[in-house]
């Protein structure tokens, strides 16, 4: 089973509210990214991160920001909800020569209203 | 044209039956072919994992690659209710390049 945690499961939220969602592993991967899902639609990156203090932005624009400051710890944050941003936000690590292989969180599911 | 391209179903079969999971994709340089399966509420996990063309094999699931008509597969089977989930064929070029998701298949095994 995978070590991977994310906080909240579910998070309900009003528009212009500030969220952070917590992503935790204890794998000890570099190499940490964060994937938006919707229904029936293909997974997009969003962010990702290859080590303490380097992020990058995924292929799928966002207005979210995130952080590497301790290899276990990759939190995204939203700095004011809208209702576009309700989708399932998914956190996944891997090791740096198995790439290949996503260790998936459960997921936070998000709604904006 | 997307990358990947998948049939999100959903698709439905009687216990026991052989399923076949399909995927095309457009990118010739795609080297790495991944398959996840992803249950309900939960995050996708890596079920099968193939390099270049060819076949592999593990228990019940088998996975294909035909490189030359840029086309992947996943053979489940005895397929069991347990099977019930959304599968998802990912792939990617290089060994540093990022994955390249399918929007998955909705897969129901009936009792």
């Known amino acids: 089973e995978a070590d991977i945690y994310q906080t909240p499961r579910y998070l309900v939220i009003g528009t212009g509210k500030k969220i952070t969602l917590e992503c935790s592993q204890t794998m000890g991967h570099d190499k940490m990214y964060w994937y938006q899902q919707d229904p029936g639609m293909e997974l997009h990156l969003i962010h990702y991160?290859?080590?303490?203090?380097?992020?990058e932005k995924g292929d799928l624009s966002s207005e979210s920001t995130v952080s590497r400051i301790r290899t276990e710890h990759f939190p995204l944050t939203l700095e004011s909800a809208r209702p576009s941003h309700t989708s399932q936000y998914l956190c996944?690590?891997?090791?740096?020569?198995?790439?290949?292989?996503?260790?998936f969180g459960s997921g936070t599911q998000l709604s904006v209203l | 044209q997307k990358e990947v391209e998948q049939d999100p179903g959903p698709l439905s079969v009687p216990e026991g039956a052989i399923v076949s999971l399909n995927c095309t994709y457009s990118?010739?340089?795609?080297?790495?072919f991944m398959w996840y399966r992803q249950y309900s509420r939960k995050g996708p996990e890596l079920l099968m994992y193939t390099y270049s063309s060819g076949n592999k094999e593990d228990g019940r699931f088998t996975a294909q690659v035909d490189k030359s008509s840029k086309y992947i597969s996943l053979f489940i089977r005895d397929s069991q209710p347990s099977d019930s989930a959304t599968y998802l064929c990912?792939?990617?070029?290089?060994?540093?390049?990022?994955?390249?998701f399918g929007k998955g298949t909705r897969l129901h095994i009936l009792p």
């Open positions: 991160s290859y080590g303490v203090n380097s992020t």
């Open positions: 996944a690590s891997s090791d740096s020569h198995r790439n290949e292989k996503l260790f």
């Open positions: 990912a792939m990617k070029g290089n060994r540093d390049d990022k994955i390249i």
């Open positions: 990118n010739s340089a795609f080297q790495y």
